[in-house]
């Protein structure tokens, strides 16, 4: 079974560029989760997506981040105009119902370094 | 509001030592418990997991009992590879209408031969 996919791997840019990230997840997971990784730090959820509309997007940075899931499969993230602070690994998981308990599979991430 | 705090690491030990890396929550009602894994280079990968007070998870020779009393969540492993050293991070989930994970810091764990 294919895992989540997530590219670009790697993203270097300059302070107010935009950047967008591309996540595909398990075959028939309904759920798809967007996650924060900043060094040192531990993962913390931007968004979660149950097919194509939103669950949870509290701690989205709703000024500059946007996060679509079109048609209840892939999905884009997007900074536009990216600051200094959101350097990061950006990780993408799913799940297959977002039931409670439920094991989330994690992608390999994306990093961003923002200079 | 719900957290989650690991020890600190760099966690440095030889080969077939003793593992203990620590954690902590702190939740209202009653979250499921989890222990992820990130290898060097790769996305991270559910190690084991408890859903309620006294289970046990346990996976590849990890365990971790789920302990209510004391709020803690800790991972042992009897003999250490080099292979287990990666980064280990201890999470919760407290259900509601989102299935959100709240994780620690992380702890790296380093295995020399």
């Known amino acids: 079974e294919a895992g989540v996919a997530q590219s670009p791997r790697y993203k270097i840019i300059e302070k107010r560029q935009s950047v967008a990230f591309w996540c595909n997840p398990i075959?028939?997971?309904?759920?798809l989760y967007w996650y924060q990784q900043i060094l040192g730090q531990g993962p913390k959820l931007l968004i979660q997506f149950q097919n194509n509309g939103v669950v949870d997007d509290s701690q989205l940075p709703k000024d500059r981040f946007s996060a679509e899931r079109l048609k209840g499969v892939d999905s884009t993230l997007k900074i536009q105009p990216a600051k200094l602070e959101d350097s990061a690994v950006y990780l993408c998981?799913?799940?297959?119902?977002?039931?409670?308990?439920?094991?989330?599979?994690f992608g390999p991430g994306t990093r961003l370094l923002v200079l | 509001g719900n957290s989650v705090t690991q020890m600190e690491g760099p966690v440095t030990l030889s080969e077939e030592a003793f593992l203990t890396i620590n954690c902590t929550y702190t939740a209202t009602g009653y979250p499921s418990l989890f222990w992820y894994v990130q290898y060097p280079g790769e996305g991270l990968q559910l190690l084991l997991k408890?859903?309620?007070?006294?289970d046990k998870g346990s996976n590849k020779g990890f365990e971790a009992t789920y302990r209510k009393e004391t709020t803690s969540f800790h991972l042992e492993k009897g003999s250490v590879q080099v292979s287990d050293s990666a980064v280990y991070f201890c999470a919760l989930s407290n259900g509601g209408a989102t299935n959100k994970l709240i994780f620690g810091t992380g702890t790296l764990l380093a295995v020399q031969p």
């Open positions: 075959s028939g997971h309904a759920t």
């Open positions: 998981a799913s799940s297959l119902a977002g039931a409670y308990q439920e094991t989330q599979y």
């Open positions: 408890a859903t309620k007070a006294d």
